[in-house]
C-alpha cells in the first residue's frame, strides 16, 4: 500500500498572523474601498489569492542567502552565484540581471524596435505586450483555438498555433525579429506548452533564420506538466525536462517573481554576443550596471536559491495538486472553471455561473465582491472591467469571458486554507442568485481596474 495524501512538503519556521475580520466588518470595508479589492489593505484581507506574482514564502536556505548577499558595486560574487544556478539549467552565455520581468522586455522591445517590427507569441502577457506596443511593435498571439475555450479539453492548451506561425513567418518575415513563447502561457489561464510544440516552433524558426526567445516566468509549472501529461518524459528528472526545453531557445526573459520564489527580480538571458552588448547599454540607463541589473546583491543570492528549488518534485508535485484540489472542489460544486486548471491559479467563469448578470454589470466584479464579503478572499477580475472596449459610438463592448481569478502564491497557504475557500465559494453557491450586479461610478481613463469605483445592486 503507498500513502496517497500529497502533504505542503515544507515545514512553517516563520509566521505571519492573518487578520480574522467579521462579514460586518468586511461589508464596511468593501463600502469604504469603493468595492474595488485592489483599494483594500492587505491586513483586512484574510486569504489573498490576487496574484501569483512577488507573493511567494523564500525558504529558510534563500533567507540564509540574503545574510550572505554580496552588495559589491561590480563583480559581486552573488552576481556569479546568480549566474552559475541558472546556467545549471538555462546554459545561455549571456544573463542580464534586472528588477523584474518587464525590464528585460522593455530592453528587449526597445533594440528590436524599427517600423512595421512584429513579434509574433502564443499569448503575449499584458506587460510584454504593452512594451512591444509603446516602443511602437505590433503584437500578434497566434494560440491554438482551443487555448481560447474555457471548457475545451486539451493537456496543451498554451500551444502555439504551428500552421498560423508557419504562414506569419512567411508573410511577415522580413519584420519579425525574433519568435517568443510565454511558457506557461499565463494570459491565457496558465496552461502548458508541449515540448513537442517547443520544438517545432524552433524548427520554423530555424527554416526562416530567427532566433526563439521564451518568456519563462512558470517554467518548472511547466516542465511538471510536460512529465505528467507528455509521452516519454514520464520517467525523466524535472532538470532534464528544463534543460531540454531551453536547448531550444536563443534567449529568454523571465520574472523571477514567479517560479524562483523572489519578492522581486527578473533576467534576460541570450547568446547573441552584439545584441547581449546592446541589451547591456539598455541596462545602465535604466536598471544599474552589469552585474546588478536592477537588484541588490542580496537578491540574486536568495534567486540563486529560488531557482533551484523550483524544480524539486516534491515541491511541483504540491504546487500543481494545490490548484487542482481548489478548481476540481469547485466542479464538484458545480461551478464552472476554465478547464484544464493551470499551473499558478484557478480561473471561474462568472458568466457562466451567474448567468442573471449581463456582461456590463460585471459579473466577474459582483462574484470578487461576494467572496471577499462572505470571506476575506481576495481575488482578480479579469473580464469587462478590465478588458471592455468601446465602438465607434463610444458604447463600452463587453470583454469575451467574465473570469475571477483566484491565483495561488507560492508556499504561503495550507491545504485547510484551500478548503475554506471553497468552504465560501459553497456557500456563496446556496443563493447565488442573490448576488447582484454592479456599476462603475468613477473611472480613470486607462487601466481602470486598479482604481474604479463601483456600487453594486
Ligand atoms: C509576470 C509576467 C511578466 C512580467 O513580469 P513582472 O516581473 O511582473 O514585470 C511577463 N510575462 C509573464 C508571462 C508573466 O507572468
Not at 77 to 82: I, K, P, T
Not at 322 to 336: N, R
Given at each position: 500500500m503507498t500513502i496517497k495524501t500529497i502533504i505542503e512538503p515544507f515545514r512553517i519556521k516563520s509566521v505571519e498572523p492573518i487578520t480574522l475580520t467579521t462579514r460586518e466588518q468586511r461589508a464596511d470595508i468593501l463600502k469604504d474601498a469603493h468595492f474595488n479589492l485592489f483599494n483594500i489593505s492587505s491586513d483586512d484581507v484574510i486569504i489573498d489569492l490576487l496574484t501569483d506574482s512577488g507573493t511567494a514564502a523564500m525558504s529558510s536556505a534563500q533567507w540564509a542567502a540574503i545574510m550572505e548577499g554580496d552588495e559589491s558595486y561590480a563583480g559581486s560574487?552573488?552576481?556569479?552565484?546568480?549566474c552559475e544556478s541558472i546556467r545549471k539549467l538555462m546554459p545561455f552565455k549571456h544573463i542580464i540581471p534586472t528588477h523584474q520581468g518587464r525590464a528585460a522586455e522593455r530592453i528587449l522591445a526597445k533594440i528590436v524596435a524599427a517600423d512595421g517590427v512584429r513579434i509574433p507569441n502564443n499569448t503575449h502577457f499584458d506587460t510584454t505586450r504593452a512594451n512591444f506596443e509603446d516602443q511602437g511593435c505590433i503584437a500578434d498571439n497566434l494560440v491554438i483555438a482551443e487555448g481560447l475555450s474555457p471548457i475545451h479539453e486539451h493537456p496543451f492548451k498554451g500551444n502555439m498555433d504551428l500552421a498560423a506561425l508557419e504562414s506569419y513567418l512567411a508573410v511577415y518575415n522580413e519584420h519579425i525579429p525574433f519568435v517568443m513563447l510565454t511558457i506557461t502561457n499565463n494570459a491565457g489561464g496558465g496552461q502548458p506548452v508541449s515540448m513537442a510544440n517547443i520544438r517545432a516552433v524552433k524548427a520554423l524558426c530555424g527554416k526562416s533564420g530567427k532566433p526563439l526567445f521564451l518568456d519563462a516566468c512558470r517554467f518548472a509549472e511547466n516542465a511538471y506538466f510536460i512529465k505528467q501529461r507528455e509521452s516519454g518524459y514520464q520517467d525523466k528528472s524535472i532538470t532534464t525536462i528544463v534543460k531540454e526545453m531551453f536547448s531550444y531557445a536563443d534567449g529568454m526573459t523571465m520574472s523571477a517573481k514567479k517560479d524562483p520564489f523572489g519578492n522581486i527580480g527578473g533576467w534576460l538571458a541570450l547568446n547573441d554576443d552584439a545584441l547581449a552588448e546592446q541589451c547591456r547599454n539598455q541596462l545602465v540607463i535604466t536598471e544599474g550596471f552589469p552585474t546588478y541589473g536592477g537588484l541588490a546583491g542580496r537578491d540574486l543570492a536568495a534567486l540563486a536559491v529560488g531557482v533551484q528549488e523550483a524544480v524539486d518534485e516534491d515541491y511541483l508535485a504540491y504546487r500543481i495538486r494545490?490548484?487542482?484540489?481548489?478548481?476540481?472542489?469547485?466542479?464538484?460544486?458545480?461551478?464552472?472553471i476554465v478547464s484544464p486548471v493551470g499551473g499558478h491559479a484557478v480561473f471561474v467563469d462568472a458568466k457562466a455561473w451567474l448567468p442573471h448578470i449581463p456582461a456590463l454589470e460585471y459579473p466577474g466584479q459582483a462574484l470578487a465582491i461576494a467572496l471577499y464579503e462572505i470571506g476575506g478572499i481576495r481575488s482578480c477580475e479579469i473580464g469587462s472591467v478590465m478588458f471592455a472596449s468601446k465602438d465607434e459610438n463610444g458604447t463600452e463592448v463587453a470583454a469575451p469571458m467574465e473570469l475571477v481569478r483566484l491565483a495561488m502564491p507560492r508556499r504561503v497557504y495550507t491545504q485547510s486554507h484551500v478548503d475554506y475557500v471553497i468552504e465560501c465559494f459553497a456557500e456563496l453557491a446556496?443563493?447565488?442568485?442573490?448576488?447582484?450586479?454592479?456599476?462603475?461610478?468613477?473611472?480613470p481613463e486607462r487601466l481602470r481596474h486598479f482604481t474604479a469605483h463601483f456600487l453594486q445592486g
Open positions: 560574487r552573488s552576481f556569479l552565484f546568480f494545490t490548484i487542482e484540489y481548489l478548481g476540481h472542489a469547485l466542479q464538484a460544486l458545480d461551478i464552472p446556496k443563493s447565488k442568485e442573490s448576488i447582484k450586479g454592479c456599476q462603475i461610478t468613477w473611472q
